[in-house]
């Protein structure tokens, strides 16, 4: 499975954007998903996390009400809406998937810059 993260740009604060991540292969339904960003000289942090179905989603507390987290397996892709955005939701946004069951991570996408500016 290779994840292709896309989707980031610049933005003003107050401003929307979605970032999404695309997924090869055949088990794209059996990954719970996650997006995970990083900022300048933090650590990388959990933004966001939606289970193989999407009927159960979990927010970090700092985003929670402004983005939202979907998928849809057809197209095997997951979404990331970020509205309202602040400038200290800018870093790099990765993906990640985990096959169903497991608490380590299976596979990473690249990332995509997103840049808030206030």
């Known amino acids: 499975v290779q994840l292709q993260a896309s989707g980031g740009g610049l933005v003003q604060a107050g401003g929307s954007l979605r970032v999404s991540c695309a997924a090869s292969?055949?088990?794209?339904?059996?990954?719970?998903m996650d997006w995970y960003r990083q900022a300048p000289g933090k650590q990388r942090e959990l933004v966001a996390g939606?289970?193989?179905?999407?009927?159960?989603?979990n927010y970090a507390d700092s985003v929670k009400g402004r983005f939202t987290i979907s998928r849809d397996n057809a197209k095997k892709t997951v979404y990331l809406q970020m509205d309202n955005l602040k400038p200290e939701d800018t870093g790099i946004y990765y993906c990640a998937a985990r096959l169903l069951g497991r608490n380590e991570y299976d596979f990473w996408g690249q990332g995509t810059q997103v840049t808030v500016s206030s």
């Open positions: 939606i289970s193989t179905g999407g009927s159960t989603t």
């Open positions: 292969g055949s088990i794209f339904s059996l990954l719970a």
